[in-house]
């Protein structure tokens, strides 16, 4: 049987390269031919003499092997182990287009050259499989229920997976009918523009960061080694968390499936994101740089700078508007059907939050008769037991499509809850707002915590009548009989001035008194604390502890950083004027004068690392703070 087919395949190229004597007849070449006595003296001519010999005829027979390859090199760091499919986008199967990732990274996939439409690679974690997270510096399992995917127009002979190809094969999941390959270049080509606009195309293969190069690469300014930075400094954002890589594009899914970086999703807001829509950009910005620091040659260290994201545009809202039909749900959420006040907000086929004009007013009228007047708040006395001895101001705005209303409102003789305790603030806000449900994307931060005065920034979304709203809030404490006002000062007082200001906390007059603190060289500057750290209390250990230290090993404290750059432990603040050391700023410093002691907090970049406790005299270690 294994004659039969090579001699079949013999006849085919017969037919098309004229090259056999009886091209006219495919079959002859299975006749026995008959055997031509050397007595004729013939030697040559056209008709074989012999029949065929199998060794002949497999020198002769073309290589079995398929026509064409795929070389496919996935990043999240280099994986290792993992399987690869490659089938047509709709997922039927391409036979044999199937591999596993060795230790290179990169795997070479084989077909029959046969189909030239769109395809799809999935890369697929197996209990042996790994990859290595730049941001954690180590390989980790990619079990079987991590994988990414690239949607590509064409068999290309290479092809990149990485996480923004697995968010564009996302989008392509809402695709109807027919996936063509304009509809591939169109959601790729849009996932590139919002989160890598500098790169010709999220396909090209990224160079790969390993943990044998690690501390030897050197990445350049070309397209590949910039996309390898790109790719790193997202998994540095999510630094924090167990498995970096993975984390950052668990988030960034669920966040763009209302085709926004904003920290919603379709559902509403999201939590345990590690960037909101205010920080995503520095965060990005930031880890960038600590990713280039790292791994870029001394260009690409310089070129970082521009390497940005770009977040204006809807991803979706772009995918539609370059004709792609996606499923009529996700239509909706992009463009809801005016039957109701939110989509007459969004009137004329506007996007949510697009424009200004008549659409806007018409959300403006609907807000005013939902709440029963243009003028009125929705903040009242809460009909609870609140007395106590301090009298709390409120004071901000609220946003209803678009529209701001300020107000102010004293509530005397109330309780003042503790700032390290955000399930009581959360408590006293829904307390004390009235009309409103469904608080959602609550943030918290400390101002002040003195026996004084206790001040805390709030900002959450609610509904209101149906209406969804947005209120920027400031909840002041003062003991009863004090004057306060809405800046959240008291008196005189220029205590609360955030660092950097000419007087106060990060004064120079204030810096100077602090004495000496930059032990390691360089002058000490006035540092703001990054919203991160500030926006909850942090639950740290003691661990390291060295002789002399002010707390014993597995101590458990409650730190809290106050944007107006005080150090509170255990509600007690210990420091006021943080300071950063030689231009170093991933650490921020506070000098605790009263007990001599240091206090050193990294990372400012982007998330919290630790905190080194040291000595006043001379920086010495005394032991580090980490999360509990």
């Known amino acids: ?39 004729s003296g013939d030697s040559g001519g056209d008709e074989p003499e012999t029949p065929v010999d199998e060794s002949e005829s497999e020198e002769e027979a073309p290589a079995e092997e398929p026509m064409a390859t ?49 395809i799809l690679v999935t890369i697929t974690g197996t209990e042996a499989a790994t990859y290595f997270d730049e941001a954690a510096g180590a390989n980790l399992p990619m079990g079987s229920d991590v994988t990414i995917r690239a949607f590509a127009p064409s068999p290309l002979t290479e092809i990149g997976v990485t996480i923004l190809t697995e968010l564009a094969a996302q989008v392509m999941d809402d695709v109807e009918g027919t996936i063509s390959a304009d509809t591939v270049n169109s959601v790729n080509n849009a996932v590139r523009e919002a989160l890598a606009p500098d790169l010709p195309d999220i396909l090209i293969p990224p160079a ?86 790292t791994l870029a ?54 996007g949510e939050g697009e424009g200004e004009g008549e659409g806007e007013s018409e959300g403006e009228t609907d807000s005013e008769d939902d709440s029963g007047g243009g003028n009125e708040t929705p903040i009242e006395v809460p009909d609870v037991d609140i007395s106590g001895n301090y009298d709390l101001t409120i004071s901000g705005e609220i946003i209803t499509f678009g529209i701001a209303t300020a107000f102010d409102l004293v509530i005397e003789n109330i309780i003042a809850p503790s700032p390290s305790d955000t399930a009581e603030i959360t408590q006293v806000i829904e307390d ?39 209120m920027n809030l400031q909840y002041d404490y003062v003991p009863s009989g004090t004057s306060s006002d809405s800046s959240g000062d008291s008196g005189s007082s220029n205590e609360d001035l955030p660092a950097g200001s000419d007087s106060g906390t990060g004064s ?102 630790e905190v080194n406790v040291g000595r006043g005299d001379d920086g010495g270690f005394l032991g580090q703070f980490i999360e509990n």
């Open 508 to 609: 120079e007059e204030a810096i100077a008194a602090l004495g000496q603190v930059c032990f390691f060289g360089g002058e000490p500057e006035a540092v703001s604390i990054p919203s991160f750290l500030t926006a909850q209390t942090w639950e740290l250990r003691f661990t390291s502890a060295q002789p002399g230290a002010p707390y014993a090993e597995d101590d458990v404290h409650t730190f809290l950083f106050s944007s107006s750059g005080r150090l509170f432990v255990d509600d007690v603040e210990i420091a006021n004027t943080p300071v950063i050391c030689n231009g170093n700023e991933r650490e921020a410093i506070w000098k605790d004068t009263t007990n001599n002691l240091i206090y050193s907090v990294s990372d400012l970049t982007g998330s919290f690392n």
């Open 208 to 293: 790969i960061v390993s943990e044998e190069n690690l501390t030897a690469q050197s990445l350049t300014t070309i397209d590949a080694d910039t996309y390898a930075l790109r790719l790193a400094a997202l998994a540095n954002i999510a630094a924090g968390d167990e498995a970096p890589a993975v984390s950052i594009l668990q988030q960034l899914a669920a966040d763009l499936e209302d085709g926004d970086i904003d920290g919603e999703g379709v559902v509403g807001p999201l939590s345990d994101l590690d960037y909101t829509a205010e920080t995503f950009e520095s965060l990005f910005a930031n880890a960038l740089n600590l990713a280039a620091s």
């Open 70 to 118: 795929i070389l496919v090199t996935p990043s999240l760091g280099l994986i290792n182990g993992a399987e690869v499919s490659v089938t047509r986008a709709d997922g039927t199967a391409i036979e044999g287009a199937v591999g596993t990732l060795d230790t290179t990274g990169t795997v070479s996939i084989s077909h029959d050259g046969s189909y030239d439409g769109p």
């Open 432 to 470: 004390t707002v009235g009309g409103v449900s469904g608080i959602t994307n609550l943030q918290i931060t400390i101002i002040n915590n003195r026996e004084d005065r206790i001040t805390f920034d709030v900002s959450f979304t609610a509904q209101q009548s149906g209406v969804e709203v947005t």
């Open 1 to 39: 049987m294994t004659l039969f087919r090579r001699l079949f395949i013999i006849a085919i190229l017969c037919v098309f390269a004229a090259g056999c004597s009886d091209s006219s007849s495919p079959n002859s070449v299975f006749e026995e031919p008959a055997v031509v006595p050397d007595t």
């Open 297 to 350: 040659d001394a260009d690409l260290v310089a070129a970082a700078g521009s390497l940005s994201v770009s977040l204006d545009a809807n991803v979706l809202e772009e995918v539609i508007a370059a004709g792609v039909g996606l499923a009529q749900a996700v239509v909706d959420l992009i463009n809801p059907p005016a039957d109701g006040a939110e989509s007459e907000g969004d009137s004329a086929g506007e």
